[in-house]
């Protein structure tokens, strides 16, 4: 009797041990369950950051994309000679009889002040018609030369050139009319480009002879070329208040 006694015992104590394990087994699988969990979660999280990233690095690419789309070359070339006197322009706007203009402190001669204003409403490439010998800076001695000039025929050295003529479709040339004609550095520049299947459109500062014969003289130097009849005459006295006169003129000629 005392040996089935103890043998009960005996397999009631296994019985109780086995089911503190299984209990210490079951917790620590769902202990193990929770971490595994919780560490997918914060992977899961991580992983959402990164498109978040990805769109950014995405529409920063997309940007420069835009603004190198935005730097393509310009078919328009704005061609001007201008040779502003040396005066005294403390204080003034313009001297007419020097062909000079005055903005914010920065003394410009008549056909570089419209050359600018024409840039700045239709845009297009700025280039000063320059020669090798400089012109005086003095009204008389400029004037004459003009003359000597024109009496012989000459032809100044240029010193700048058209780096590629060939992107540029649109050709506006400015100029002051000197003795009723172009100066001849202009002949120059025309007997040396050939402009032909491009638009010429002249634009000029005067004393009171407009164009004179300039614009027939350009379609005889440059006869493959289409010379526009609507180019812009404004006196010299008048120049330094036409910068609505430039402007609406140059945006005409995008209609």
Known sequence: MKKRIAALMITTIFALTGAGCSQNDSSGQAADSSNAQEEEAAEDGNAQETPAEDTGDT???????????????????????SV???VDTKGIDANAGASVVVREGQVMGNLEYMADVIQQTIGGDLFRIETVEEYPLDHEPLVDQAAEEQDEEARPELSTQIENLDQYDTILLGYPN???????????????????GKTIIPFTAHGGSGFSD????????????EVSDEGLSISRNDVAEAQEEISSWAQGLER
């Open 59 to 81: 529409a920063s690419s997309d940007t420069e994309t835009a603004q190198e789309g935005q730097s393509e070359s310009s078919n328009i070339l704005i061609a001007y000679f």
């Open 84 to 86: 502003p006197e040396d």
């Open 178 to 196: 000197w003795w009723g004609d172009m100066p001849m550095a202009l002949y120059t520049f025309l007997e040396e480009y050939d402009f032909s």
């Open 214 to 225: 300039t614009v027939d003289t350009i379609a005889e130097l440059q006869p493959d070329a």
